[in-house]
């Protein structure tokens, strides 16, 4: 079965907070910055989720976790397209983001390293790249083309 991708609603918080923790990733600032998530359903269960904090024309990319027996399957591949579509239209021009782990997928989605000091000021700022995500952390970017 083909999973079901939606915009996230407020229901989906704790589902979304939990997955995050079990795939070892930062919760503590989703309050605060208000990121937009879209999450992956599979019948009932939710099985994925990602998310944009978005920066003018800068967005960071966020927060993606696949549920632990859906890993390689694709679906963090198909999270990371819908969420690069999502800012297309809404006219990001440059995806951001920091990872520890998943930087051969990244690369593999067409992300490429970059220093963390060429990350436009507004981004740098967010508790994410100031606090949650430490320096040993890969910063990656991807230029987004408007079909």
Known sequence: MVPRLQTATAEDAERIRVLLELSG?????????????????EHAELIGAGALQRFA???????????????ASGLGRLIVQELERRARAAD?????L????????FERQGYRAI?????????????????????????????????
């Open 57 to 71: 024309a800068v967005a960071l990319l966020r927060s993606v976790a696949v549920a632990p027996h859906r890993r």
């Open 92 to 96: 990001v021009t440059q995806l951001v």
């Open 115 to 147: 220093e963390r000091q060429s990350v436009p000021q507004a981004v740098q700022a967010s508790e994410e790249f100031r606090s949650l995500c430490p320096t040993s952390a890969t910063c990656m970017a991807k230029t987004l083309i408007r079909p």
């Open 98 to 105: 920091l990872t520890q782990a998943a930087r051969r997928f």
């Open 25 to 41: 990733l930062p919760t503590s600032d989703l309050t605060a910055s208000k990121p937009e998530f879209i999450v992956a359903y």
